[in-house]
């Protein structure tokens, strides 16, 4: 029987459901794992989701975009296979896909991290004869410190700006990094600002019922207004000068996976890195892959290639499968 899914210049397609999953070209029938750019591009004819994801994806995609929902483990038979969709525990609504093809179990993880995190489903392992992983961040090197230990480190540089009359600035990737982050602090120590790209994305995800701390837009403040002792929550992207000149005094931080890696923090000249990443460790890698108990590996991402050699030496059947989704670049990267 030949695989259910099939690399095509459009991305992963599965002909016996006429479906793509986060196809990189518009198509007829799009799955989407979650609501990142490299995941879910404009264009298709419909789209399926789950009913988490759903407010996200259509601000990603535009109002006019066709987005059918699933509830995480409904079931949707396609021509003569079964999709559910289950969390991965990457950002709000995000899904693995499961395909079941006559009792054959494919399993497309999307984005995934095993860390808790209050702002979505945690990951749910799945059992799969084919599992195709995401691996961003698949190397030895990646080993995630304890997120609460993460963010009692951000709250205390946060407590000690205040302290010095600096506004702390934290960057942290838009949709699901920055939320993440807020569910774990609150506005005792000061007021918190986020910048439009984060406010928005917490519209979406305080409608989905995630609490968040109180948050105010910064663009409804003038300059001369913002509190010494705040935190603003924004984007890597918005660090240049014409945005930063509102925060004489400052402090400049960036929350990502990429922090591991001591010289990025250098090479972005920010005063603190904290490692905190909506992917998994190389650690929760491996233990995912053998948990799936699947004899089939396929990797995409990141170090997909370092990755599969690893298994290959373990003589587990991996391979990559050409990058069908543009590489994430480092630290400004889509979901670090
Ligand atoms: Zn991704
Ligand atoms: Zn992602």
């Not at 029987?1 to 210049?9: A, F, R």
């Not at 799969?128 to 540089?157: A, D, M, N, Y």
């Not at 009359?165 to 838009?174: D, E, H, M, P, Q």
């Not at 587990?316 to 670049?329: H, L, N, S």
Request: hydrophobic share 35%; proline share 5%.
């Amino acid at each position: 029987m030949n695989e259910v899914l099939q690399h095509t210049p459009s991305g992963l397609y599965c002909s016996a459901g006429d479906f793509y999953v986060d196809p990189r070209q518009p198509v007829n029938r799009a799955i989407i794992t979650h609501a990142h750019a490299d995941h879910a591009r404009a264009g298709s004819n419909s789209y399926l989701c789950t009913r988490d994801g759903k407010a996200l994806l259509q601000s990603r995609l535009g109002s006019a975009a066709d987005i059918k929902t699933l509830g995480y483990a409904e079931v949707l038979t396609l021509n003569s296979v079964k999709v559910s969709l289950h969390p991965a525990g990457h950002i709000l609504g995000s899904a693995q896909v499961k395909i079941d093809r006559g009792g054959q179990i494919t399993v497309v993880s999307g984005d995934f991290k095993l860390d808790a995190d209050p702002t979505c489903r945690p990951y749910e392992p799945l059992r799969c004869h084919t599992f195709i992983s995401e691996c961003t961040f698949g190397l030895p090197i990646f080993r995630w410190p304890r997120p609460e230990q993460v963010l009692r480190e951000i709250k205390s540089w946060w407590q000690a700006n205040r302290d010095q009359n600096r506004t702390s600035i934290l960057f942290a990737y838009a949709l699901g990094k920055a939320q993440r982050i807020l569910a774990g602090l609150n506005a005792d120590t000061g007021p918190i600002l986020t910048h439009g790209a984060v406010e928005k994305i917490n519209c979406c995800y305080r409608a989905a019922g995630v609490t968040l701390p109180a948050t105010r837009y910064i663009g409804e403040l003038e300059s001369s207004k913002i509190p010494a002792g705040a935190l603003v929550i924004a984007p890597p992207s918005a660090d240049n000068p014409l945005w930063m000149r509102r925060f004489p005094h400052r402090s400049r931080a960036l929350a990502s996976g990429w922090m591991r890696i001591r010289g990025n923090r250098r090479r972005r000249s920010v005063d603190r890195g904290f490692v905190l990443s909506d992917h998994s460790d190389w650690n929760g890698l491996v233990k995912t892959i053998q948990n799936t108990g699947a004899e089939k590996i396929k990797l995409t991402h990141g170090y997909a290639a370092e990755m599969a050699r690893w298994l290959q030496d373990k003589q587990v059947d991996a391979q990559v499968i050409a990058t069908f989704y543009r590489d994430e670049p480092q630290v400004d990267g889509q979901s670090s």
